[in-house]
């Protein structure tokens, strides 16, 4: 990241102007800094201090972050000094893309690649940007908040749900690319009975291919029960939950989906067979199943 | 396709954990006491990248030496100075009405005289609660400017950011904002209504929590949620509480993951576990499960727990292993929604004076 010069601050001589503030050294969670984190540090401070808005002060910036891009009143000062001076934001684009492929688990590197798409109101390479990282690691929580904050501030919703498709393609399980998936349609066409019914069909191919894979099954439940409806309102679903049954399929997701289909239809005694054949070989979920089965019983008795 | 569920596979596993003579199926107690007083002292260089995080390590350190039963291997000087340094990160408010600086600051290497050194939010919680550990009485704790200095950090949607210059907003800040204002005792800094409503919009059609609306719901997020809720006494306005709890429960491999079809991680034994609590469905873990998932990452040699298997233990993952542990058995009681033990807990409702 920082390839420039690396003599200390205090051995330079356009920097003999500043005198740095040195960095405590105590004894209660005491880092043990290297020499170049107590030389950049000190600097960084004594600039602070001066509030000096400058080259010299932004350069110093990237060699604090390169130490330790977590320091969050290091990048607000940075963008200080951006929007103070005529520095390119193309040029700082391109420093955040670097600093978010070393690090792209770094809040801070995130939220200042925000700021810069609202300052320059492009976000043009932005949807690259988290294809990108998400192509080196699919779930990556920041590059998929960052992907759909810009979607829906700049309304790129169009192409969406075939990344989706793409990203399911690679990985079926990928639980984020079912969430997007979730997203896009609630931002754009909306939850009414027609695409719950197209949604189920997309679903329903991805829990045949892999009947143990939790998240479609979270997505299809999801969409219906988080709609207002039952299950028992879409025939091909429950259906399709009965079919993998009879068949022998035993998904744990799916026998819990059809022991709640049961109940829905006041089939408590079915509904509790279920869960007798999810205890069938014990399982970590053992005492869930009998909690479940008492609330079905309690309810038989009302 | 598979006839036997993975489930099934789990048990297996937890058996062979159970057989596997080189991992000790005990927690190693004095070891992970030495990794964190050596915490407590000092840090190698390569702590360098955590220097804006140095109080929560303080916090994870001296928790978790309370919970293990080893603060009073601390000397009263010494808690004397720890407390101090804490006090010594406090803002100093200059008079000026102005309090969006306020709060703690996780770090003296930026001296506390730079006007750009700002209170962060979570720095100010985990403070307070180094602060309770050490049985401090809170008496010098500018309280009037933090929780005047959180009505800066509220958003419109209800959120909050951490910092008063800018950040990003979520529920991990709902919650610190929430813990700060039970602490000292003064809800005037959070607009309950509007976090509550934030939390709400930000439960995913899975039934766990994501950390904004339409996100992916996560472990943690689901913990941040669910605490602060609590805390705001709103957890009834949860519409489908059922479904969060399914959620929840569904986490557990042996450990807990984070999310669906991802890797069990020592972390998520306490987010999911303290959760569960919360929701008063603790029962429904399987501790013995759990117990033998972090046998593997606990680290043997040097004490702590890594998050994974087979991985060297860091500070965040040793504290969250331990608390993990504690909060889902119950033999250390832990105050679920504020993460510290309970015998804090209590000395503070005794003696704060806030």
């Known amino acids: ?302 | 396709m598979a006839t036997q569920t993975a489930e099934a596979d789990n048990m297996t596993q937890e058996e062979s954990i159970q057989k596997d003579p080189a991992i000790p199926k005990v927690l190693l107690k004095e070891k992970h006491v030495r990794f964190f007083k050596q915490m407590l002292n000092m840090l190698p260089s390569m702590y360098e990248k955590l220097d804006s995080s140095r109080l929560t390590v303080l916090y994870f350190s001296l928790s978790a030496l309370d919970l293990l039963g080893a603060l009073d291997d601390l000397s009263e000087d010494r808690k004397k100075q720890i407390i101090e340094w804490i006090y010594s990160l406090q803002v100093k408010v200059d008079g000026s009405g102005d309090y969006k600086r306020c709060g703690f600051y996780a770090t003296d290497s930026l001296p506390d005289t730079l006007e750009q050194n700002y209170g962060h939010i979570a720095m100010t919680y985990v403070a307070l609660c180094s602060l309770v550990i050490l049985g401090d009485d809170l008496s010098r704790v500018d309280k009037e400017s933090i929780v005047l200095g959180l009505k800066h950090l509220q958003l419109e949607s209800g959120a909050f950011q951490c910092i008063a210059f800018g950040s990003e907003s979520d529920a991990r800040f709902v919650y610190c904002a929430s813990c700060i204002s039970h602490l000292l005792k003064d809800w005037r800094g959070v607009d309950k209504d509007r976090a509550t409503n934030f939390l709400l919009r930000a439960q995913s059609y899975e039934g766990g929590f994501a950390q904004n609306i339409g996100r992916e719901a996560q472990g943690g997020s689901t913990y941040c949620s669910v605490a602060a809720l609590v805390l705001m006494d709103t957890l009834d306005r949860v519409p489908d509480r059922r479904r969060l709890v399914d959620w929840c429960i569904a986490r557990q491999q042996l450990g807990f993951n984070g999310r669906p079809n991802k890797l069990q991680d020592t972390c998520y034994s306490f987010w999911l576990g303290a959760s569960l609590t919360l929701l008063e469905a603790r029962e429904l873990i399987n501790k013995d499960a759990n117990f033998s998932f972090l046998m593997t990452t606990q680290d043997q040699y040097m004490g702590g727990f890594a998050k994974w298997e087979g991985y060297l233990p860091d500070v965040l993952h040793s504290y969250f292993g331990i608390a993990g542990m504690f909060v889902i058995s119950g033999e250390v009681p832990l105050h679920p929604a504020l993460n510290i033990s309970m015998r804090a807990y209590t000395h503070w409702q005794k003696n704060a004076v806030v």
């Open chain 1, 1 to 302: 990241m920082s390839d420039s010069d690396e003599t200390p601050y205090s051995e330079r001589p356009d920097w003999k102007d500043i005198t740095p503030i040195p960095l405590p050294c105590g004894d209660v969670v005491q880092i043990m800094y290297s020499d170049r984190f107590k030389d950049v540090y000190s600097y960084m401070a004594a600039i602070m201090q001066k509030k000096e808005y400058s080259l010299r002060a932004f350069e110093l910036t990237t060699d604090a972050i390169d130490l330790n891009a977590a320091n969050y009143t290091v990048w607000h000062y940075r963008r200080e000094i951006l929007r103070n001076m005529n520095i390119s934001l193309d040029q700082e684009v391109e420093f955040a893309d670097a600093v978010i492929k070393d690090q792209p688990k770094n809040y801070q590197v995130w939220h200042h690649r925000r700021c810069l798409i609202e300052m320059t109101g492009d976000p043009s390479k932005e949807l690259d940007l988290t294809a990108t990282t998400l192509g080196k690691d699919a779930k990556n929580y920041h590059a998929w908040d960052h992907r759909q904050w810009v979607v829906s501030q700049y309304n790129l919703w169009e192409g969406e749900l075939e990344f989706v498709e793409k990203l399911l393609q690679e990985d079926l399980r990928n639980n984020s690319a079912w969430n997007h998936r979730y997203f896009v349609v609630t931002n754009t066409t909306g939850w009414d009975k027609e695409v719950i019914e197209r949604e189920l069909e997309y679903t329903r191919a991805y829990i045949n291919k892999a009947p143990n894979n939790e998240s479609p099954w979270n997505y299809a439940t999801g969409m219906i029960k988080g709609n207002g409806h039952s299950m028992v309102d879409f025939k091909s679903f429950v259906e399709m939950c009965e079919d993998l049954y009879s068949r022998q399929i035993r998904s744990p997701f799916g026998l819990k989906v059809l022991a709640e289909i049961r109940e829905e239809r006041e089939d408590y005694e079915k509904a509790i067979d279920i869960y007798m054949v999810l205890k069938e070989t014990p399982t970590v979920r053992d005492r869930y199943w009998d909690y479940k089965v008492q609330c079905i019983r309690e309810l038989m008795t009302c």
